[in-house]
């Protein structure tokens, strides 16, 4: 437990404090900011113009405003993630202190989930930056809190896929551009799985491939919807990808 | 301590090590002793846990290193060939890291700290980056993170490769002082390393140890325990040489250019008479060397003898 921590704390240290992380995060809030401030205004406007006496407008900041904010932070996370975790694993064996977690009296698994806990704090620090957008726009406008708190769990657990497939792409290679590249390309990949769903005359196909949707999953976040099969499906792919990591790990005591 | 029992590894299928058999008991200090590729660095990687053999089996201090790699490793310091530390790292943060990695008791984790640093003498570097540091101060963080959890056994791989020599003295010495505290394995291709550290050699060659014995047993065994003496005279050097075969216990006499070398039996009586006969003749000694049977003879002897096979 301790190994874990100490990895972990390790880690996400050396990722807050590097310079890749302000230059990413940087340059999400600037693109935030401005489409989210765009989407403010353009709602304004338009509840402005339909605030009609007698007449509710069927307006709603949560689908109008904050949907296709956290869109925007999936899109992000999908290029953005893999840059962060990159170095996870990568990096350790290009310069050689994998030798120094390997000769440690750690499991594999220790390290994997130490990798793995820095990975989803340092994304998680980004999306507590991305969450005050919504929680200042409180100070304008009231709405209810409760669906836009399970979008935000949406975006930590669907961020979590993404770090774990990061992770597990960091520790297949030595060379931290090829490790970006295959992280990036497993993302896309879980978003197309669901690509095969609906074909009409698999149903039972279709039915396994919509569950294997993260996009449906995530909707369901984002809608308000905190599902029981969706924390599965969630907690399911990071267990998959920190699991293999796992394995990757353990294969260098037996190759 | 350490004991391996027909040990292999292969990669593929070329054989990196094959059949190795030794014990090192505690407190020793050994030498493991080999050309660049003989498979020094698998054999100590095996023994560190961070790869598993094809075929045999270590067990450090009765713990079986396959079966029970984490408390193997608990009792393991290890210095690769390329210090494994962190460039973006502190010293001191990087050392508190390692010892709380390596499951040093939270309230020892300052002490250990501050023991390594001041064995390794990084004190005056400990809040520098280590990214900035120089080769020699890198090797010694290396140093230091192998020593910060007190490990009973050290294992060194090649800890002077790539140091400037005094640098690389300054290691040697500091390996030196830890002899005693420590069963220490050092791997190497440079003799004097051993020479001055070690008590007992393994030389590997080839994957198989072609000797294993102390490093005076070595050169007794080696040489039949016979001395060679390099003389230098100023002047009437062929004519000092000619007469130098009729002293007693001389065996053979060579005149080689700049020196003549004198092979004698082993006693210090027969060295005693040569240099006396050499003062008597008046040709004005310049230089006398005893040489035993150099581990630098025996390292070649040994090494080209197995790949002649």
Not at chain 1, 16 to 33: D, E, I, Q
Not at chain 1, 219 to 236: D, W
């Amino acid at each position: 437990m301790r190994a874990i921590f100490t990895l972990a704390g390790k880690d996400l240290r050396n990722l807050l404090t590097s310079p890749m992380f302000y230059v990413v995060s940087g340059l999400c809030s600037v693109l935030w900011s401005y489409s989210y401030i765009r989407a403010l205004l353009m709602f304004a406007e338009k509840s402005r113009m339909y605030m009609q006496p007698g007449q509710d407008g069927g307006m709603n900041l949560q689908r109008e405003v904050f949907l296709m904010h956290i869109s925007q932070i999936n899109l992000l996370y999908v290029f953005v993630v893999p840059a962060l975790t990159m170095r996870l694993l990568a990096e350790e064996k290009r310069m050689r202190t994998y030798d120094l977690l390997l000769t440690s009296p750690v499991s594999a698994t220790d390290i994997a989930l130490g990798k793995f806990l820095a990975g989803l704090g340092a994304v998680s620090v980004l999306t507590g930056i991305s969450f005050m957008y919504s929680l200042l726009t409180r100070m304008v406008a009231d709405y209810p809190m409760a669906p836009l708190l399970s979008a935000y769990a949406g975006v930590v657990l669907v961020s979590g896929a993404y770090v774990g497939v990061g992770l597990f792409a960091s520790s297949l290679t030595e060379s931290v551009m090829l490790s970006v590249i295959l992280g990036l390309i497993f993302n896309i990949m879980l978003w197309f799985i669901s690509q095969g769903a609906g074909t009409e005359n698999m149903p039972m196909l279709s039915a396994v491939l919509e569950y294997m949707s993260l996009g449906q999953h995530f909707l369901n976040f984002i809608m308000g919807a905190v599902k029981l099969s969706s924390l599965v499906f969630f907690a399911s792919v990071i267990g998959l990808f920190v699991f293999l990591t796992q394995r990757v790990v353990e294969s260098s005591r037996w190759r | 301590m350490i004991e391996v029992k027909d040990l292999s590894k292969t990669y593929g299928d070329r054989p990196a090590i094959r059949g190795l058999n030794f014990t090192v008991q505690k407190g020793e200090v050994v030498g493991f002793l080999g050309p660049n590729g003989a498979g020094k660095s698998t054999t100590m990687k095996i023994i560190t846990g961070y790869m598993a053999p094809s075929s045999g089996e270590v067990k450090v201090a009765g713990f079986d290193v396959f079966e029970d790699p984490i408390e193997v490793k608990r009792r393991i310091g290890y210095l690769p060939e390329t210090p494994p530390v962190y460039t973006d790292m502190y010293v001191k943060d990087f050392l508190r890291f390692v010892a709380n990695l390596k499951g040093v008791p939270r309230d020892k984790v300052t002490a250990m700290v501050n023991a390594s640093l001041e064995k390794t003498g990084l004190g005056d570097v400990q809040g520098r980056l280590i990214g900035n540091l120089s080769k020699g101060f890198r090797q010694r963080v290396g140093l230091a993170q192998a020593l910060v959890s007190d490990p009973e056994i050290l294992i060194l791989d090649e800890p002077t490769v790539g140091l400037d020599p005094k640098q690389v003295s300054e290691m040697r010495s500091l390996i030196k002082s830890l002899k005693g505290q420590h069963t220490i394995i050092l791997s190497t291709h440079i003799l004097p390393e051993v020479q001055a550290n070690c008590e007992k050699v393994i030389i590997i060659n080839g994957g198989r140890i072609v000797a294993e014995d102390s490093l005076s047993g070595l050169s007794k065994r080696m040489s039949g325990g016979g001395h060679s003496v390099t003389v230098k005279v100023r002047r009437n050097q062929d004519a000092v040489a000619k007469t130098l075969a009729a002293v007693a216990g001389v065996l053979r006499v060579k005149n080689s250019g700049n020196f003549i070398e004198v092979e004698c039996d082993g006693s210090e009586d027969s060295v005693e008479k040569v240099a006396a006969h050499v003062v008597a003749s008046g040709a004005g000694l310049v230089e006398l060397q005893v040489q035993a049977l150099a581990l630098e003879d025996i390292f070649i002897k040994l090494t080209s003898k197995e790949l002649t096979h």
